[in-house]
């Protein structure tokens, strides 16, 4: 069996895409860009192929890096889960939460939101347990789960936390840019996310519940996880799907605006569910009730 790459090299390499570019990466490792790319090459020394096509700019992965990407991804959450499991199994702290949800609505809608509850609450703390799912499983040491999609968990008492929204946005820059012109979107570059999650809406699915003509021709952007999407749009590399509980506060400030076309709701919402196995139901139900009181303040 071939030796595995060094994981300070699987860092890297997993940074720069989830980043968006080696420029930020390097600033979140507190590294140089040259060594950034060094990395990168030595990485690709050590595989034995090429990780990026380096003809395009920015610089996207082939279908090797592609492989690649999903690996570490998938690998570092369920390590990042066995070690939270080890954790809960050892001690749980009465005044500790764990929350389980996407790292999209982590980043966009749940931690920019914390600062207020701890306001309210100093005395909790909460634990953001990060997972590709749309629907996060309730792991030992789980309380509380985030999730998208029908209501419909064993695991867990389930409650309602807000409707979610989906409509195309876009840099005002980008918006500027394209005024006065056709809003058929094969005519413009759309931004993807793979995302491997029945729950997910992707374009298609935006298509066929809108009846928006499809964008067979459109030129595009791939990514692997919607915050490095985000930011592409932010830049105004694209139009994405925004969606209400990641994008809206973008919204909000102003710094994405709807691209004029339907709004999709989607049959799947939001839900809340605090885990059979809790540790700590009754300051995980302080959460809960504290985040459903937001919601539904915001939306209201």
């Known amino acids: ?41 030595q990485l690709e020394e050590h595989i034995g192929t090429t990780l990026f096509d380096r003809s395009t700019r920015p610089a996207r992965l082939t ?28 001690s749980h702290a009465g005044a500790s939460v764990t929350v389980a949800c996407t790292i999209g609505f982590a980043t966009y809608w749940l931690m920019p939101r914390l600062e207020a509850f701890y306001l309210d609450h100093p005395d909790i703390v909460v634990n953001v347990q990060t997972t590709q799912l749309e629907a996060p499983r309730m792991a030992p040491g789980t309380d509380i ?52 999650d029945p729950n997910w809406m992707t374009w298609s699915d935006y298509f066929a519940h809108t009846g928006q003509k499809p964008a067979k021709s459109a030129k595009g952007l791939r990514f692997s996880n919607y915050v490095q999407a985000a930011q592409a749009a ?43 196995r809790s540790r700590n139901p009754d300051t995980a139900q302080v959460v809960i009730d504290w985040l459903r009181k937001t919601a539904e303040a915001e939306i209201s």
């Open 1 to 41: 069996m071939k030796r595995l790459p060094p994981l300070r090299l699987l860092n890297v390499f997993e940074t720069v895409q989830r980043a968006g570019s080696a420029k930020q990466a390097a600033a979140e490792l507190n590294v140089s860009q040259s060594a950034i790319s060094q990395a990168l090459r």
């Open 63 to 90: 279908e090797a890096g592609d492989i690649l990407l999903k690996a570490v991804v998938e690998n570092r959450e369920r390590l990042s889960e066995a070690i939270g499991d080890i954790h809960a199994l050892a």
């Open 145 to 196: 789960a985030i999730r998208f999609g029908g209501g419909k968990w064993s695991d867990g008492e389930t409650q309602h936390l807000f409707d979610e929204l989906i409509e195309p946005v876009c840099s005002p820059n980008l918006s500027e840019r394209l005024a006065g012109e056709s809003k058929d979107l094969a005519t413009v570059p759309l931004i993807h996310v793979d995302f491997p």
């Open 234 to 276: 932010l830049s105004g590399r694209g139009i994405m799907l925004g969606w209400r509980s990641t994008n809206g506060d973008h919204v909000k400030r102003g710094l994405l605006v709807p691209f004029g076309l339907p709004v999709m709701h989607p049959n799947s919402r939001f839900y809340i569910s605090l885990s059979h």
